[in-house]
């Protein structure tokens, strides 16, 4: 392949790649703005992300996930557990063990309120789009996707 071919392939590339993440950007802002109101920490955030992806945690866990010493992991906990956001359940299994479980509340809002922060920018964008432009768009997320190799 010719070096200026090869060259106009990786301008294209960084082009595409800076627009998608101008585009994450753009979907997420939403729901980037709900999450800064709740004011975590950057600490808080990952520790509640690691919980609502495994289902819960002993505390040993998410020390070991988010790298932490224990007592770091204890405070962080402790404070989440003051807003509401997490609790401490005995297992059914081992009294001896505590899990470290999101609130109800919490989840509710990741399965109810999150997906339309992400969605909704979306659709509203493309009802804003004309008949065209909306095909365009399909199309063209269709095409990147299956030219990477995801169909």
């Known amino acids: 392949m010719a070096r200026a071919q090869t060259e106009n392939f ?7 790649e800076r627009d998608l993440h101008v585009i994450r950007d753009l979907i997420r802002r939403p729901l980037n703005a709900e999450f ?30 988010l790298g932490l010493a224990h007592s770091t992991v204890s405070g962080i906990v402790d404070r989440l557990e003051k807003r509401g956001l997490v609790e401490r359940r005995q297992s059914d299994e081992d009294r001896r ?3 470290i479980v999101v609130t109800r509340a919490v989840q509710k809002f990741v399965q109810e309120t999150m997906p339309k922060l992400l969605v909704h920018p979306l659709a509203q964008t493309l009802a804003r789009a004309t008949p065209r432009d909306r095909k365009a ?9 299956r030219v990477l190799g995801d169909e």
């Open 36 to 65: 800064a109101r709740g004011n975590l920490t950057g600490p808080q955030k990952a520790a509640m992300r690691a919980l609502v992806c495994s289902g819960g945690m002993s505390l040993k866990e998410l020390s070991g996930h």
């Open 97 to 99: 063990v505590t899990r």
């Open 10 to 16: 990786v301008d294209m590339a960084q082009q595409i």
């Open 137 to 145: 768009i399909v199309e063209g997320v269709g095409a990147l996707r």
